[in-house]
C-alpha cells in the first residue's frame, strides 16, 4: 500500500526527486522510488516487522490495508523507528507535516530492483547505492546510508530545510 506518487512528498523533494534520478543515471544507475508517504498506520505495521509474531505483524499489516508476508519475510526489520519521515498526516490541521520529507529508492538492473545495497552493477568498485547515496548528499539531501544504522535505500531533507 506504500505509495510512489512523489505529490505526497515535500515541494522541495518533488523538485529535487527528478534531478537525482537523473544524476543516478548520468553515473550509470538506474534507480526507481519505491515509497513516499505513508500513513501511521503502514509505519506501525512495517515497524512490528521482525519485532512481533508473525500473527500479530499480519494483523498490523491488515489494519493498515497491506497485504500479508511470511514467517520468512517476518525475520527482516524494514523500519527502525515509529517517527519516520514518510508519514503522513492529514488529520490534525498542521500544514508542516502534511507531506512526507523522505523517500526511498532502489537501484534497477534489467528491470528489477536490485536489494543488495552491497550490489556494484557497474563494476567500478563501489556499491552502486552508495554512489547513489553521494549523489543525494550533493544535493543537500540527507541519506541513510551514511548513519549508525545504515539504511542506504533511504534519503530525506534534513530537519533545518523543513519549512
Known amino acids: ?25 548520468e553515473v550509470g544507475h538506474d534507480v526507481i522510488i519505491t515509497c513516499t508517504g505513508r500513513d501511521f ?38 523500519t527502525w523507528t515509529l517517527a519516520s519521515r514518510h508519514i503522513i498526516n492529514l488529520d490534525d490541521n498542521i500544514k508542516s507535516n502534511d507531506k512526507a520529507t523522505a523517500f526511498d529508492f532502489a537501484v534497477v538492473k534489467n528491470g528489477k530492483a536490485i536489494w543488495d545495497v552491497k550490489a556494484d552493477v557497474d563494476a567500478d568498485g563501489v556499491s552502486d547505492y552508495l554512489e547513489c547515496a553521494k549523489i543525494a548528499q550533493s544535493l543537500g539531501l540527507e541519506s541513510g546510508a ?7 535505500p533511504h534519503v530525506q531533507m534534513f530537519q533545518k530545510d523543513i519549512k
Open 1 to 25: 500500500k506504500m505509495s510512489r506518487d512523489l505529490n505526497l512528498l515535500h515541494p522541495q523533494l518533488q523538485d529535487l526527486v527528478p534531478v537525482f534520478i537523473q544524476k543516478c543515471k
Open 41 to 78: 498506520k503502514e509505519q506501525v505495521a512495517l515497524y512490528a516487522q521482525g519485532r512481533q509474531p508473525l500473527e500479530e505483524t499480519n494483523k498490523l499489516r491488515k489494519i493498515a490495508k497491506m497485504q500479508p508476508i511470511t514467517a520468512e519475510a517476518n525475520k527482516k526489520r524494514v
Open 146 to 152: 551514511f548513519w549508525k544504522h545504515k539504511d542506504f
